[in-house]
Each structure stands twice: as structure tokens, then as C-alpha cells.
């Protein structure tokens, strides 16, 4: 099998992670990793002893050995960079989020699109294999009709100055949800409160409304008693509860819910007709674990060669933007509804 040659650009807390599984996937090679700080140039050269060291992207851009990027830097760098990654006509995965704005990520995604390139975004989860079970689960209306959906994602730190928990935490749970459904929000509200640096939240409530009437929430912060990674998605016949916490049970189906029956005759009441609950199994399903990292980037090689797309493409990277954007902007007008509007080839927060 052909490898793609990937250079990895950033080598702090994921970007090692990275490294390590371009360096190990199938479907890529490691040319090399670039980043200015001289201690991490020398952790990588121990870890990667036979990969190349760069210092600035220049460096990285001129070696016809590199076909695609991985950009493992700070949201705030992703445009400039990955415009110059893509306009010398590499590849390029970004992590979560694409943007800080959906101007940026769009003008990133028309300029991959423009040059027939492969812009893909880092939203792990996609490539679990408890998510992908539990997509098939909805596709096949295990379910039944989803109704709603719930999530949670909560620690005590990584607590960071240069961005909020929400652009930080709710990339993943967003890009979850969509994939999960099919469609993206066309409507959220949303508060969010800092208590420890002002201006910054460090926790965030947001409601999210889907075109086909589904209705989510999610919740996200940095400063909770326990991790916590979960994931509720009630349907019409059963309901389901993702857990990424948990190594061995990462997936339950509940088979519960409220029933109505046509059998009048048999109720006391209009009200015991209209209404009943019922309580079944919870089955727990065997899903095998695998690195959803290195599935990530095993897909990222894979498409780059021109073979089977990803769904973590540039456009999903771009509708996840959006939403943050949209949660954004009700949260600093008070929880005032922020409507979304899309064209076929924009994409715009309308107030």
C-alpha cells in the first residue's frame, strides 16, 4: 500500500499524539514534525529519530516529500496556516475547531475545494467505534424515531486562556450530534458564565434545534467535580446512553418509554389511555476498542490517496463553526435565539 508523506505541524499536548500515529497508520508516512521550541524539537527527535526537524513552515513547505499537513496548533493559527498549507497544494487535516469564524473556515474550505484537495477536520469521535455503532443503531431505527438528544462534557481543567469550554469542549459533542442525525441545527440558544477569567466562560448551556424537529442540549465545562463524556439519545421506542468514560460499557440500550394505545375500553381514564410508560431490558453490547486516533488518521492517508472520503470533510468542519458561532452569539446576548441560515455555498449567522 502507498503511504502518504505527512509532516505534523505542532508538537505540544496532541500534537504528540499525532506524531506518533502518522508515524504508525498504514496509510501514512512521517516526513517530519515542525515547531520552534528547541525542547520540543529535542523530545521529538528522540521519539521520531528518523524523522526530519523543522522550525518554521517554510521549511516544511519545501520539501517535495510532504504531500499532506496535519495542523496541531492553537485555533487562533489555523487559518493563516492552513491557507498557506493548501495554496502549496498539500493536503490538509486541521484540528477541532476549523476556525475561530465561519468567514475563515469557509474561505478554508473554498480554497481546498478550488485546488481539488482533501481538508479534513480533527473531530475524533467520528472514527470510535461506540459512535459508529451508535449511528447505526438511529440508521436502522433501532430506536425507533429520535426525539432528543443530551450531552455532557465536564472536567476539572485543562483550563485555557486563549479560548472558552465551549470552542474548546463542544466541537466534538456538535460534530457528534450532526453526524448522528444527518442535519445540522438551524436554531440554538444558549448562557454561559465565567467565574474564573473574566470574558472567558467556563461553562456553557446551550439548546440546539434541528430542522426535522429534533430538539438537543449540551452541556460543557472545565471546572466539575468529574469527567464526564456522555452522550443520551431517546427515541420513540428505545433509548441509548453513550459513556466514553467507560472502557468496557461505553454503550447501553434501554429499552423504555412511553407508549399509547388505541384500546380505549381498557383504561380508567382519558388520561391512563393518552399516557404509559413501560420499563424493559438495558442490553450492553460488545464493541470492540481501537484508537479512534489512528482510525482518524489511517482515513485522513486513505482519502488523500483519493480513496474513500471522510465524513469529517472540511464542510462538516465548517457547520460545526457555525453552531459554535450561533452558541456564541446567544450566549453574549443574553440566551436570545439565534436563527442559522444556509445558502448552497455559505454559510451565515443570522441575528
Given at each position: 500500500?502507498t503511504?502518504?508523506?505527512?509532516a505534523?505541524?505542532?508538537y505540544g499536548y496532541?500534537?504528540?499524539?499525532?506524531?506518533?500515529?502518522?508515524?504508525?497508520a498504514?496509510?501514512?508516512?512521517?516526513v517530519?514534525?515542525c515547531?520552534?521550541?528547541?525542547?520540543?524539537?529535542a523530545?521529538?527527535?528522540q521519539?521520531?529519530?528518523?524523522?526530519d526537524?523543522?522550525?518554521?513552515?517554510?521549511?516544511?513547505?519545501?520539501?517535495?516529500?510532504?504531500?499532506?499537513?496535519?495542523?496541531?496548533?492553537p485555533?487562533?493559527?489555523?487559518?493563516?496556516?492552513?491557507?498557506?498549507?493548501?495554496?502549496a497544494?498539500?493536503?490538509l487535516?486541521?484540528?477541532?475547531?476549523?476556525?475561530?469564524?465561519v468567514?475563515?473556515?469557509?474561505?478554508?474550505?473554498d480554497?481546498?475545494d478550488?485546488?481539488?484537495l482533501?481538508?479534513?477536520v480533527?473531530?475524533?469521535?467520528?472514527?470510535?467505534?461506540?459512535?459508529?455503532?451508535?449511528?447505526?443503531?438511529?440508521?436502522?431505527?433501532?430506536l425507533?424515531?429520535?426525539q432528543?438528544?443530551?450531552?455532557?462534557?465536564?472536567?476539572?481543567?485543562?483550563?485555557?486562556?486563549?479560548?472558552?469550554?465551549?470552542?474548546?469542549?463542544?466541537?466534538?459533542?456538535i460534530?457528534?450530534?450532526?453526524?448522528?442525525?444527518?442535519?445540522?441545527p438551524?436554531?440554538v440558544?444558549?448562557?454561559?458564565?465565567?467565574f474564573i477569567?473574566?470574558?472567558?466562560?467556563?461553562?456553557?448551556?446551550?439548546?440546539?434545534?434541528?430542522p426535522s424537529?429534533?430538539?438537543?442540549?449540551?452541556?460543557?465545562?472545565?471546572?466539575?467535580?468529574?469527567?464526564?463524556?456522555?452522550?443520551?439519545v431517546v427515541?420513540?421506542?428505545k433509548?441509548?446512553i453513550?459513556?466514553d468514560?467507560?472502557?468496557?460499557q461505553?454503550?447501553?440500550?434501554?429499552?423504555s418509554g412511553?407508549a399509547?394505545d388505541?384500546?380505549?375500553?381498557?383504561?380508567e381514564?382519558?388520561?391512563?389511555?393518552q399516557?404509559r410508560?413501560?420499563?424493559?431490558?438495558?442490553?450492553?453490547?460488545?464493541?470492540p476498542?481501537?484508537?479512534?486516533?489512528?482510525?482518524?488518521i489511517?482515513a485522513?492517508?486513505?482519502?488523500?490517496?483519493?480513496?474513500e472520503p471522510?465524513?469529517?470533510d472540511?464542510?462538516?468542519?465548517?457547520?460545526?463553526v457555525?453552531?459554535l458561532?450561533?452558541?456564541?452569539?446567544?450566549?453574549q446576548?443574553?440566551g436570545r435565539?439565534?436563527?442559522i441560515d444556509?445558502?448552497p455555498?455559505?454559510?451565515?449567522?443570522?441575528?
Amino acid at each position: 500500500m502507498t503511504t502518504i508523506g505527512t509532516a505534523v505541524i505542532g508538537y505540544g499536548y496532541w500534537g504528540v499524539n499525532l506524531a506518533r500515529n502518522v508515524a504508525g497508520a498504514d496509510s501514512t508516512h512521517l516526513v517530519g514534525v515542525c515547531d520552534p521550541d528547541p525542547d520540543r524539537q529535542a523530545v521529538l527527535a528522540q521519539n521520531h529519530p528518523d524523522a526530519d526537524v523543522w522550525s518554521n513552515l517554510d521549511q516544511v513547505l519545501a520539501d517535495e516529500r510532504v504531500e499532506a499537513v496535519v495542523l496541531a496548533t492553537p485555533a487562533s493559527t489555523h487559518h493563516g496556516l492552513g491557507m498557506d498549507v493548501l495554496r502549496a497544494n498539500r493536503h490538509l487535516m486541521v484540528e477541532k475547531p476549523l476556525s475561530e469564524t465561519v468567514a475563515h473556515a469557509q474561505e478554508l474550505v473554498d480554497e481546498a475545494d478550488s485546488r481539488g484537495l482533501l481538508l479534513m477536520v480533527g473531530h475524533t469521535f467520528l472514527y470510535s467505534n461506540p459512535v459508529k455503532h451508535l449511528k447505526n443503531w438511529i440508521d436502522t431505527r433501532e430506536l425507533g424515531a429520535v426525539q432528543y438528544l443530551y450531552s455532557q462534557r465536564l472536567s476539572l481543567g485543562r483550563i485555557r486562556r486563549d479560548t472558552n469550554a465551549l470552542w474548546n469542549f463542544a466541537p466534538h459533542d456538535i460534530s457528534i450530534m450532526n453526524h448522528l442525525l444527518g442535519e445540522t441545527p438551524v436554531e440554538v440558544t444558549a448562557k454561559g458564565f465565567s467565574f474564573i477569567q473574566q470574558g472567558i466562560d467556563d461553562v456553557c448551556f446551550a439548546s440546539l434545534t434541528y430542522p426535522s424537529g429534533i430538539g438537543a442540549n449540551l452541556h460543557v465545562s472545565w471546572i466539575d467535580p468529574r469527567k464526564t463524556r456522555l452522550m443520551t439519545v431517546v427515541g420513540d421506542e428505545k433509548m441509548a446512553i453513550y459513556n466514553d468514560v467507560s472502557a468496557d460499557q461505553p454503550l447501553w440500550m434501554v429499552d423504555s418509554g412511553v407508549a399509547r394505545d388505541s384500546t380505549l375500553g381498557e383504561y380508567e381514564s382519558l388520561g391512563d389511555f393518552q399516557w404509559r410508560t413501560r420499563a424493559g431490558d438495558i442490553s450492553i453490547p460488545r464493541v470492540p476498542m481501537v484508537e479512534p486516533l489512528r482510525a482518524e488518521i489511517n482515513a485522513f492517508g486513505v482519502a488523500a490517496a483519493g480513496g474513500e472520503p471522510v465524513p469529517t470533510d472540511g464542510r462538516h468542519g465548517l457547520e460545526v463553526v457555525q453552531v459554535l458561532a450561533a452558541i456564541d452569539a446567544s450566549a453574549q446576548d443574553g440566551g436570545r435565539p439565534v436563527s442559522i441560515d444556509r445558502g448552497p455555498t455559505d454559510v451565515a449567522i443570522a441575528a
